[in-house]
């Protein structure tokens, strides 16, 4: 039988990384946890537990998880991420696909994901069902764009969908969700910059209330309650400041150098 790589990418998730390693720890052949020089004690606990760790400075998602792939030693590779949870349903699949180990079959899949925010499980907002990129694929058929945030994917062979779901837990708290907005808009600020968009405060206003009433009425958000609103709130935010900090890359807007300040004149 084939065997299963799994790697997991982390940066200060101490709080996270045990359960999501625990997942997989008894079932794969490798778990890699893949840190980007973490100062809590997110590669400790991923030792105690198990998992071989090597470090990763972070230069984009995209490098990211391509060295993360190079790292990987068997034909199968399984990526999960530090807020997600392997289930038995999905483990019994995954296993399924690699035991049968077809030279024909799909070379990746799609994995579906629950996810839970704000005490509940959310059923709409276009997280249900909810997919990344692949994450289960043959070594050597996949790989990633280089984009710091939203990275895209490059695979050579078909791919395909399973059916059983993983569970994730994007967020702790509010706190995180925001912080997490800051970050990715920071990000998404230097890909359109990289990508000549124009930034500026009506562009961010129209993206962000776009991505709302997107999240929010299209995708029926509505429809999830609290975790509905937070998460149209939270693409808004998102949105509104990738395009304001872009404007804020292609403007000086420095503060302006004060003039000396001298003894009055008597």
Known sequence: MSKVSCYIIA?????????????????????????????????????EIGARVIQIDFDGFGKLRNEAIASCQHEWIFSLDSDERCTPEARDEILSIVRTNDPDGPVAYFIPRK??????????????????????FRQGRLSYTLEEVHEGFICNGPIEHLTQSIWQFPFENLEQMLHKAQRYSTLGAQKLLRNNKKGGMGPALIHGLSMFLKIYLFKSGWRDGRAGFAIAIGGFIGAFYKYAKLAELQNDWTEPTMPKVGKPNS
């Open 11 to 47: 940066y200060n998730e101490a709080n996270k990384i045990r359960p999501a390693i625990e997942s997989v720890i008894e079932w794969t052949d490798e778990v890699i946890l893949c840190d980007s020089h973490s100062t809590d004690d997110t590669a400790r606990i991923a030792e």
């Open 115 to 136: 996810n839970y925010l704000l005490g509940r499980w959310v059923k709409h907002s276009g997280w249900n069902p909810d997919y990344r990129q692949p994450q289960l």
